[in-house]
């Protein structure tokens, strides 16, 4: 079964498809559909008259706060168990070493909990001040670089690469037409009919371990898909408005 996804990105019309066989899909097989919505766009930036900076090697930002949804979390879980057993020792320890780091900072200053977008960014200077680099990234390079988080393969940048080493220099986001990742913690707290919610990477092992039954869910795969598409849909949708002049959207 399929169902189509139509937007506009980089003065390009899109036509992609979401595919899934028949069989009842849990959490974690909508991932590797998130992983390739956002390498499409990701490929699209680069096509564009986009100065892409980001690309394999490059651990600029491999010290931010990365946040997981609940399918990553639960298939991050997995994909580290399928590292050589040496890997996965180092892996695991260096998460058990930043949730250590987490937990003993914790709780961060208060935040303005009305100005969730002045929240987000107090809470990543936070986690920027605890001074940790990504549990992932073994010699400069990710240890799951084809497995990865899909925040990590939406998050472009457009400027000169050598200007990447520079921590006081802020690069320029590429605005993408809608998030998969935002998209999949909507569509997991559509199914599971909870809030959306974001796990801190680091917290990965220790978030798991109260909810590894969640992996075990499936639901049918024309729902998953129909729901996944509505999602992209709306933030498309969301995007384009929040474009619009306030004089013009009123």
């Known amino acids: 079964m399929a169902v189509e996804l139509n937007f506009s990105a980089f003065d390009r019309q899109c036509n992609w498809t979401l595919c899934a066989d028949d069989a009842p899909m849990k959490l974690t097989d909508v991932v590797p559909a998130g992983w390739a919505l956002a390498d499409g766009l ?39 168990q399928s590292l050589p057993p040496d890997k996965q020792e180092d892996v695991r320890r260096r998460f058990g070493a930043n949730a250590d780091g987490v937990i003993a900072a914790w709780p961060p200053e208060q935040f303005d909990a009305a100005d969730q977008s002045r929240t987000f960014e107090s809470f990543g200077q936070w986690y920027s001040r605890l ?18 988080p899909i925040v990590c393969r939406e998050h472009l940048v457009s400027f000169d690469r ?16 809608f998030s998969p990742a935002v998209a999949i913690s909507a569509l997991a707290a559509d199914l599971e009919n909870t809030e959306i919610e974001a796990v801190m990477m680091p917290l990965t092992y220790v978030w798991a371990a109260d909810n590894s039954q969640r992996a075990d869910r499936s639901f049918p795969a024309e729902l998953v898909l129909d729901r996944f598409a509505q999602v992209i849909h709306s933030q498309c949708i969301e995007n384009i408005i929040a474009t619009v002049p306030t004089a013009l959207a009123g």
């Not at 001074?131 to 990865?148: I, N, V």
Request: charge should be negative.
């Open 131 to 148: 001074d940790m680099t990504c549990a992932l990234l073994d010699d400069d390079a990710c240890s799951l670089y084809d497995m990865r």
């Open 162 to 177: 050598r200007r990447c080493d520079d921590a006081r220099v802020a690069g320029e986001s590429i605005s993408m037409p």
């Open 42 to 80: 990701a490929e699209l930036a680069r096509e564009s008259d986009e100065q892409v900076s980001c690309q394999k090697g490059c651990s600029a930002c491999c010290s931010y706060l990365a946040s997981l949804s609940v399918p990553e979390t639960l298939r991050l879980i997995d994909d580290i």
